[in-house]
Nanobody, 126 residues
Framework: QVQLVESGGGLVQAGGSLRLSCAAS????????MGWFRQAPGKEREFVAAISWSGGNTYYADSVKGRFTISRDNAKNTVYLQMNSLKPEDTAVYYC???????????????????WGQGTQVTVSS
């Protein structure tokens, strides 16, 4: 069983920054591929960013590329999402997800992940 706990959400003005954290339980965090997704009111959950178990591969949605950075610290069992130049359209609940079963086929697909956090709200005001 893996537990994921997100933190770092909040209210920020457009152009501002936030850093989300996702703390994971489990002794084998360093073997998990990790992702961030988001869901805005009335919309489907969408892919934001992902990082491989080693940190050697990262993936981003086109809408956040160049503004968001995903990283991980395996010694702290934590994955981060640094969000810069935030826009009102980034407003959503952000979810951390873990893929623990031997690697993903496509990190952009939510069904690849088998554990999810409870989400943290990010609100960007204009």
């Amino acid at each position: 069983q893996v537990q994921l706990v997100e933190s770092g959400g909040g209210l920020v003005q457009a152009g501002g920054s936030l850093r989300l954290s996702c703390a994971a339980s489990g002794r084998t965090f360093s073997s998990y591929d990790m992702g961030w997704f988001r869901q805005a009111p009335g919309k489907e959950r969408e892919f934001v960013a992902a990082i491989s178990w080693s940190g050697g591969n990262t993936y981003y949605a086109d809408s956040v590329k160049g503004r968001f950075t995903i990283s991980r610290d395996n010694a702290k069992n934590t994955v981060y999402l640094q969000m810069n130049s935030l826009k009102p359209e980034d407003t959503a609940v952000y979810y951390c997800a873990a893929q623990t079963n031997g690697g993903w086929g496509n990190p952009r697909h939510a069904y690849e992940y088998d554990y999810w956090g409870q989400g943290t709200q990010v609100t960007v005001s204009s």
